[in-house]
């Protein structure tokens, strides 16, 4: 979803006259943010409004969808208060008690703001060098230290990728289990409902000489 | 197959939709998925007795931009597939064949007819050598002429003449729905005559206003100058008219203008009528514009079904515009098809949605991109009519201002539903174009990647850093090329040398994104939904129940 007051984004590149103020209200505005991690994909922008307005005043919402899996993974919510303090109040009480959106019963995890966590953030100024990238071929001085770093990485990469998969496995489970409790819960209150509906219950107590009062 | 063969009876030429297709014809091949026709020699045709269909064997012919991704020597050339891997010749329904297309060879082989320069310069496209798929190098074409015969490859004298008779624009999608056009045109056939004259007194009206003259558009007064070239036209040849001319309109503000007057008496497609074609002014482009309109209308609403491969550099971010506009609008335009007065109609439309214009011309534009180099002077009527679209105030701007344009405009529009590079990545995906990338410096920003990205390899389209894990302390990203080779490519570069990222010398890891297959929901939501329906109560509305055992009173609460 598109941010609701967000800054401009990295395509325009500030001049340099004001290219350090901009990079301060970033920096500025990240100190107010926080970020809501595993929230589900159903959450809207109003739901989250409400749901954190009660830690404070809700400036800006912006839900950033995992590009590779956007309709089913988890999303973030970088959310903007309006004082650093009810970012760091917020924070604090997601910590501490479980906290649900839209009733989904897994809850999200609160961090404050990282500037690495706004993908289209401004450049920062200071670092007048650009950055570059380049090429180490296999006859280089340095390939062999590359390589190593490279296949260590990779490592690392799959490493990561399984340890996601396990993990989704068991969130997984976890949700069948519940699910499977939640309905038999369910079950047994409609099951009683029926009783008392059909007046299962009131018959029974005539039978029994015991006294019904319900409802 | 024995019985294959039996059934077949082989045909040396073809009629189809109205034209003749001879053996080894070069033809544009509609594909659904693909914005631009492919181009194809046909090498064998034949119909199938039993089923009474028409195929016809193909060989392909790759763009230079598969084939030669580094070179910009010329854009034109197109490289002739062979060798015996898959996808060198395909089988395929004469229904599928849209047209004839202007290629010619260019192989300085004594065997080959040469074109003439304007021959060349006409053709949409050149070729002079084939590409081995197994062996993935170019070599003359002479070689697959000794194979197959110099009648397949080489130019004859018939095919020449033939591409000098081809009308209509490379990029033109006659497709099946385009026959509702042409329906349109015969309806439009009687009025043709009072039309043209309304058309041609109109255009020598604005002509008159003009200030920059070229030979043809002069006009002073009346019919006698277009009776003088239409005099002349039988001594000039077609096509070096047509190149000039075109040339002329697309340094002359009247085109706009005229388009903008006389679209409504458009659709007049009296190409057949050669007395009163005046072939250097708009009748002959507004019709095709319409068509243009229309068939990318067409060839768009089919993209917005299915997906489109997008092998634009600019076309990305606007193909995803786009194909939402259009969405919204094809209801009207496709409506509009099908009224006689559609001419009327569209013109309206068009009047009314100038953004919409833009939107058009700018995947116009991004086709046309991928097409062609930058080079008016070249190239068909179609091209002159995309970039006399792009641009309102018709400069004879360079391409590039009138595309950032276009751009900048679709930056300042945020009614779409989903982010436009989001839906690039997601049509990406599963055409095999986009690469994750590991192990970068979480501290780079998105801008800052793709400058570099763009430095580091060839066709890079668009690079994102994707949202850091929090527990992760090297970022991820995901680049996204503009055709399947060019990531291979770039995957095999990464994986044979290091790309190190400066500052912190990490090297980049790289793999294929692949389509998530599972659709798996987001585990967490208990589906409580179905179990409430057809329930008065729902289950929040239960507190508990208690029946103690041995009490005389039995408590229910709500």
Known sequence: ?215 | MANEEEDRAYMSSCSNEGVEYRLYDIVKIFDKEFAVPHIGKILKMWEERSSGTRKALVCWFLWHKEVKPHDADNPKELFLAFGEGKGVTNELKMDSIVGKCKVVCISSDPRNKEPSVSDVENADFVYSHAYDVDLKHTFPVKVVADKLGPDAIFNTEEWLLAVTKIEGKTNEFKSKKSIKSSLLESKKRPRDAEVASKLQKKKIDKQDELTTQKKKVKVSDGKAPIAKENAREGSVSKQEEMVQSKRQLLKSEELSRLRKAQIADVKVPALTDGAVLDKASSPRELAPDMHDIMEQTDSLINDIVRQVNDETVLGEKSKGEDSKELESRAGNVSKVERTPEEGREAADHEGDIADGDKVESKKALAESDFSWQEDLNKGSMFKLLKKTKSSLTMEPEKRTASAVEPLKQFEKRKIFRELPWEESLQRGIPQGRVLHLHNIDPLVTSADMREMLKSAFQGLSDARILPQEASCPSGQAIAIFESRLLAESALEAIEKNCLVMADKKWPVIASRVKESLNQARFPGHLALEKLKLGRNLTSDEFVSFFYLEGFDRIWIMF
């Open chain 1, 1 to 215: 979803m598109g941010p609701a007051a967000e800054p401009s984004s990295s395509e325009k590149k500030p001049s340099p006259s004001n290219a350090p103020s901009e990079y301060q209200k970033f920096e500025e505005k990240v100190k107010r943010c926080l970020m809501l991690e595993d929230v589900t994909p159903q959450a809207t922008i109003p739901m989250v409004q409400t749901a954190l307005g009660q830690f404070g005043t809700v400036v800006s919402i912006d839900i950033i969808n995992d590009p590779l899996d956007p309709k089913h993974a988890a999303k973030r919510v970088i959310v903007e208060m309006k004082t650093p303090r009810e970012a760091s109040h917020a924070v604090k009480e997601i910590r501490e008690h479980p906290f649900m959106i839209k009733g989904v019963p897994r809850p999200v995890r609160a961090l404050h703001a990282v500037a690495t966590m706004f993908p289209d953030r401004p450049q920062k100024p200071s670092s007048g060098t650009k950055r570059t990238c380049e090429w180490v071929k296999p006859g280089d001085p340095e390939w062999e230290k590359y390589n190593e770093f490279k296949q260590l990485a990779k490592k690392h990469a799959q490493e990561l990728t399984y340890l996601m998969e396990v993990i989704r496995k068991e969130e997984e489970k976890l949700a069948q289990e519940q699910e499977e409790k939640v309905r038999e819960n369910v079950k047994k209150l409609d099951e009683i409902h029926l009783c008392v509906k059909d007046r299962v219950v009131h018959r029974l107590s005539r039978y029994y000489g015991m006294k019904f009062e319900g409802d």
